[in-house]
């Protein structure tokens, strides 16, 4: 019995709907990963199906991905029947992390790449902290039943794992490589420049713009300020400050209403993006993550001061370098 096989035998007994939920602001990962789970649920006889997130798409090749794939996914706030009688999928996200909200919902199942939570009391889990991308998972579902993917559903699994491993570069497992290169043949090559060509929006040049003028540099460390964008901005921002030479570690971050929200990035072998942040918010807030990318929130009642925000996280961010890079 295959992991897709064990999970439609727990849903055939749904009381009602089924909502599958990627994390509050879906990435191409997260989407297309929930697109390739719905297509195999759909297959499979799943009916009263829906995808379901909870916080604005910035992302210009997010909401791109939505258009071109006509995935079928809507903020929760517009699924007037989600109740506590329906059960959730949680894809690409785990209850207990910062990006996800507890919708009222039974989250009955979890599929994930990130660091494992722990036993949530979920009916089925497939959460592998080794892979790099959420999407490597569900194309392996598809040919573990000998299932083809259709070409828009390969197409946006190949380029989930594009992005989430940064062309294959950041944390790509053995499985990521594989589902890489047996959905190439699959997929519209086409569709996947165009993606690449819709990253950013004028809007986000304007974001980044001003967070740049924001940017410090101490030796391999750099840090950015960015206003109150959504977690995917705050990452892609963070991915460019880490490809200047000599800069191995960035910590971006954004003030929001309800706290802080962190973005860390590493190429160094020495310091694992989840260990800082995780250290950066000890005490005081939530975080994890990849060795290469993590992400932690701080609310606000814990960091009130934005000036000694700064130096804070400076000083923290310092201090574990010089700790553990040696």
């Known amino acids: 019995m295959t992991k897709l096989d064990k999970l439609v035998d727990i849903l055939k007994d749904a009381p009602d ?8 602001v879906p990435d191409p990962d997260a989407i297309a990963s929930s697109l390739g789970l719905y297509y195999l649920l759909s297959q499979r006889g799943i009916q009263k199906l829906a995808i379901v997130y909870d916080e604005e798409i910035e992302k210009a090749n997010s909401l791109h991905m939505l258009e071109m794939f006509n995935v079928p996914m809507i903020p929760a706030a517009e699924a007037h029947t989600l109740g506590s009688e329906d059960w959730a999928v949680l894809v ?16 009955v199942a979890a599929i994930d790449h990130h660091e494992y939570k722990g036993n949530m009391g ?19 579902w598809f040919f573990e039943n000998n299932m083809e993917p259709p070409r ?21 497992s053995d499985l990521d490589i594989n589902m890489f290169y047996r959905l190439y043949s699959l ?3 086409d569709m996947i420049v165009d993606l690449k060509g819709n990253e950013i929006s004028i809007k986000d040049l304007e974001l980044y713009a001003d967070a740049f ?23 892609a921002a963070g991915d460019i400050v880490v490809s200047v030479a000599g ?5 971006a971050y954004a003030v929001r209403e309800s706290g802080i929200k962190l973005s860390v990035r590493s190429t160094c072998n020495k310091v694992k993006a989840n260990d800082l942040v995780r250290y950066l918010v000890e005490g005081c807030g939530v975080g994890g993550g990849h060795d290469n990318m993590a992400g932690g929130f701080i609310p606000k009642e814990k960091l009130s001061n934005s000036r000694l925000l ?10 574990f370098y010089e700790n553990h890079h040696g």
Do not use: W
């Open 17 to 24: 709907e089924i909502f599958i939920q990627p994390h509050n």
């Open 92 to 107: 690409d996200a785990q209850k207990g992390n910062a990006n996800i909200t507890d919708l009222p919902t039974e989250e």
């Open 122 to 140: 979920y009916r089925f889990e497939d959460i592998r902290p080794e892979a790099g991308s959420c999407s490597a998972i569900i194309a392996d």
């Open 152 to 172: 828009v559903v390969a197409t946006a699994l190949l380029y989930g794992i594009f992005m989430d491993t940064d062309n294959l570069t950041r944390g790509a």
């Open 187 to 189: 997929a519209d090559i």
């Open 213 to 235: 003028k924001t940017v410090e540099i101490y030796d391999e460390l750099g840090f950015l300020r960015l206003k109150s964008v959504n977690d995917s901005l705050l990452g």
């Open 247 to 251: 800069v191995e570690i960035v910590v």
């Open 310 to 319: 700064d130096t804070f996280l400076k000083h923290r961010t310092i201090a």
